[in-house]
T-cell receptor
Framework: DGGITQSPKYLFRKEGQNVTLSCEQN?????MYWYRQDPGQGLRLIYY???????QKGDIAEGYSVSREKKESFPLTVTSAQKNPTAFYLC???????????FGPGTRLTVL | DAKTTQPPSMDCAEGRAANLPCNHS???????VYWYRQIHSQGPQYIIH???NNETNEMASLIITEDRKSSTLILPHATLRDTAVYYC????????????FGGGTRVLVKP
C-alpha cells in the first residue's frame, strides 16, 4: 500500500528537549518537504530535499534540522533553539521538481 | 509566487455544485494555478491544477478566466465529506517547488 507515513500522530515533549519527527514514503519520489502549520494558518516550508544527501532551507528553517540519507526517509529534528515548536508538522513528497505534492497525515507536536 | 485572494468561508448544500472563487491578479505567464484541500487535522490533498485551459478530473473542474487573473474550482456534486479548507495556490513549476498556502476558503457542506 503506497503512501507517506508520519509517526507518531501526537507527540509531547518538555521544553528544552530535541525531538525527531519521522517521515517515510514508499512512492519512489525524489523530492520531500517539511511544512509547519499553526492554528488557522496556512502551511510554511521548513526544509526541502530534491535528492538524496541534499537539502535546502525553506522559509522558517531556524531551530530545525533535517537529513536525507535514504530516498524514502526525511526525518525532521525540532531543536531546543526553536522558540515556538508547538504546531502541526506535515511532510510531503513529489515525483520531481515540477509535480504536485502528496502529504502525509501529519504529526501534532506539543511542547509543555 | 503570485498572491491569491479567496473568500474566508462559504456554505454549500449537499448534492449541489460548489463554486469556489480565487483571485490572482498578479499571476505571471509561467505560473500555474493549483488547488489543494485540507480536511480537519489531516494533510492537504491535491485536487487539480492548470495553466490557462480549463481542466477536469474525477474530483473537480477548474475554470481559469481568459486573462488568467481569476479562477473557479467547481465541485460538481458536493458531499458532506467535501467539508474542508480549500487552498488556491499560484506558483512556478520550477522554483524550488514549495507550496505557499494562504488562508484558504473554509467550505461547509450542509445536509
Amino acid at each position: 500500500d503506497g503512501g507517506i507515513t508520519q509517526s507518531p500522530k501526537y507527540l509531547f515533549r518538555k521544553e528544552g528537549q530535541n525531538v525527531t519527527l519521522s517521515c517515510e514514503q514508499n512512492l519512489n519520489h525524489d523530492a520531500m518537504y517539511w511544512y509547519r502549520q499553526d492554528p488557522g494558518q496556512g502551511l510554511r516550508l521548513i526544509y526541502y530535499s530534491q535528492i538524496v544527501n541534499d537539502f535546502q532551507k525553506g522559509d522558517i528553517a531556524e531551530g530545525y534540522s533535517v537529513s536525507r540519507e535514504k530516498k524514502e526517509s526525511f526525518p525532521l529534528t525540532v531543536t531546543s533553539a526553536q522558540k515556538n515548536p508547538t504546531a502541526f508538522y506535515l511532510c510531503a513528497s513529489s515525483p520531481g521538481q515540477n509535480n504536485e505534492q502528496f502529504f502525509g497525515p501529519g504529526t501534532r507536536l506539543t511542547v509543555l | 509566487d503570485a498572491k491569491t485572494t479567496q473568500p474566508p468561508s462559504m456554505d454549500c448544500a449537499e448534492g449541489r455544485a460548489a463554486n469556489l472563487p480565487c483571485n490572482h491578479s498578479t499571476i505571471s505567464g509561467n505560473e500555474y494555478v493549483y488547488w489543494y484541500r485540507q480536511i480537519h487535522s489531516q494533510g492537504p490533498q491535491y485536487i487539480i491544477h492548470g495553466l490557462k485551459n480549463n481542466e477536469t478530473n474525477e474530483m473537480a473542474s477548474l475554470i481559469i478566466t481568459e486573462d488568467r487573473k481569476s479562477s473557479t474550482l467547481i465541485l460538481p456534486h458536493a458531499t458532506l465529506r467535501d467539508t474542508a479548507v480549500y487552498y488556491c495556490i499560484v506558483r512556478i513549476k520550477a522554483a524550488g517547488n514549495k507550496l505557499t498556502f494562504g488562508g484558504g476558503t473554509r467550505v461547509l457542506v450542509k445536509p
